[in-house]
């Protein structure tokens, strides 16, 4: 299995948990990155799964290609399934030189396309890839129409998560995350890149919110880093909310940060699946968020969650407060994406999509 990372994020906490969870009577594992150690590198390891990583700098160091040269050619693996763009060219060239009998590629968010240089890339090498992974039907049918090639190639296996790990329970407090109690809470987890995460979206719709009171009737807790945290620091205290909005830095904690929260928030412009919805979903907390990308084939409007437009704070301030002043449907919602986080989206589902994959391509192309 080869990525770009293993710092902390969707795709890698897939990676973590498919590969520490497929069955070693039938599967050997070994997981690759492009780049240097991450945090999941130690939890892969810890989880009796080989890490090898390239240590590759900036997108153009051509050196990782020859370091993944010689992986492969030391381990002869019968597949390579990649994860993210740089993965999927990198394992398509070296597993083309090296005649790997299988090349799975796999598509993870929606904005890709963008870059005409990507689109180069990946319509060049595209037909070397035997199937190709998306984890929505949203991705699925930009990457045919972007990348192309024989639709019956392009599969959706939905992201899943271990529904056990976030059953809800209590054991933070809301002034150990610098939150206040008595004051409803309100929260996003995810890397702070914007515009893309929306977050400063977010905070407009906080400052909607206070209205001519100018504070607020819940407090926000925005957890994740990246390089959009000093500007949105700044946006904070532009607004005056400095009192109201808590950084949470990046945190391996959720689990037991949701708990805190009355209303998750996933404001993103562009979201391929958004597994942390399903997170929040399984903690049993009411979800709001954009209806862009692969997010409504989570979030069912008034069903399962509430959907917004992307870059609506007025709108977004409105669910936000159609919930805070609902209690009751907010505890429905949340009761409501419970259940469909258990009854279609288990990681153990995702964990039998994938062996079930291996297996056909095997018997197919090997």
């Avoid at 009796?48 to 160091?61: A, E, N, P």
């Avoid at 692969?294 to 301030?317: K, N, R, Y």
Wanted: with cysteine; net charge neutral; charged share 25%.
């Amino acid at each position: 299995m080869l990525t770009v990372g293993l710092d902390v994020g969707g795709t890698e906490g897939q990676i973590l948990d498919i590969a520490s969870r497929l069955d070693r009577k039938r599967f050997e594992v070994m997981v690759c990155a492009l780049k240097g150690e991450g945090v999941i590198v130690k939890e892969l390891r810890d989880r009796g799964v080989r890490v090898s990583t390239l240590g590759g700098k900036g997108l153009w160091d051509l050196r990782v290609l020859y370091r993944l040269f010689r992986v492969v050619f030391a381990e002869r693996p019968d597949i390579i399934h990649a994860f993210l763009f740089w993965a999927n060219f990198a394992s398509r060239v070296v597993g083309k030189l090296l005649r790997v009998p299988i090349l799975i590629s796999s598509y993870r968010d929606v904005i890709l396309w963008r870059k005409w240089g990507y689109r180069v890339c990946d319509r060049l090498t595209a037909r070397w890839a035997h199937t190709v992974t998306c984890c929505s039907d949203a991705v699925r049918q930009l990457a045919l129409s972007q990348v192309g090639g024989d639709e019956q190639k392009y599969i959706t296996i939905h992201n899943g998560i271990d529904t056990a790990h976030f059953y809800p329970r209590r054991t933070l407090t809301k002034p150990e995350v610098g939150l206040r109690d008595g004051i409803p809470a309100i929260g996003t987890v995810c890397r702070l890149l914007e515009p893309e995460k929306g977050v400063t979206v977010l905070l407009e719709a906080m400052a909607y919110l206070a209205g001519p009171s100018g504070a607020p009737p819940c407090q926000l807790l925005v957890v994740g880093d990246g390089p959009a945290y000093d500007s949105l620091r700044a946006r904070t205290e532009e607004l005056g909310l400095t009192t109201q909005v808590v950084f949470a830095g990046m945190r391996r904690d959720v689990a037991d940060l949701l708990p805190l929260l009355d209303i998750f928030i996933l404001p993103s412009l562009h979201e391929g699946f958004g597994i942390v919805i399903l997170e929040a979903m399984a903690a049993g907390r009411p979800v709001v968020a954009t209806s862009v990308g692969g997010i409504p084939e989570v979030v069912s409007h008034g069903q399962t969650g509430l959907l917004v437009p992307p870059s609506d704070a007025v709108a977004l301030a409105g669910a936000i407060r159609s919930l805070l002043s609902d209690p009751d449907l907010a505890r429905s919602l949340g009761a409501s994406g419970r259940q469909l986080a258990r009854e279609r989206f288990s990681i153990d589902s995702v964990v039998r999509q994938h062996e079930d994959l291996y297996e056909v391509c095997f018997k197919q192309f090997a």
